[in-house]
């Protein structure tokens, strides 16, 4: 390639080393700050700042949600469907991966629960009553 075209450097799989002086520039830019401190730590907001920010957050409700919100939320979510694509992915994600003794030990115990068992029957019995409405829809 001619590099009076505008093409890169160097060609494909070529390196070249970088001095310190550009890895320093990379590593703060990379960061956002010359001294690292990427998020501020530390860092003392002024109380005019700090009159601000409570201003901007007076009226916003948070935490738990009401029963009325959870109902709007859980019927917006029925009859979702992932695509078989992102069910495809999903179950790739999870396949292989590797679980310390005492995990295994910790899942064993919390399955062999009366509440946990429970909600498993709970479970099949709502995925059982899903599959025959699909199947003989009235």
Known sequence: MDRDFGYNIENGGERTKMS??????????????????????????TEETRNQIAKSHTGVKTGPLSEQHKS??????KGY??????REKMSKSGKGRVFSEEHKRKIAESNKSEATKLKMI?????????????????
């Open 122 to 138: 709970e479970t099949r019995r709502r995925n059982r009553e899903a599959k025959l409405a699909l199947v003989n829809p009235s």
């Open 20 to 45: 310190e002086e550009t890895k320093k520039k990379i590593s703060q830019a990379y960061n956002g700050h010359a001294d690292g401190n990427k998020y501020a730590l530390g860092h003392k907001h």
């Open 81 to 86: 469907q992932c695509s078989n694509e992102a």
């Open 72 to 77: 709007k939320i859980s019927e917006s979510k």
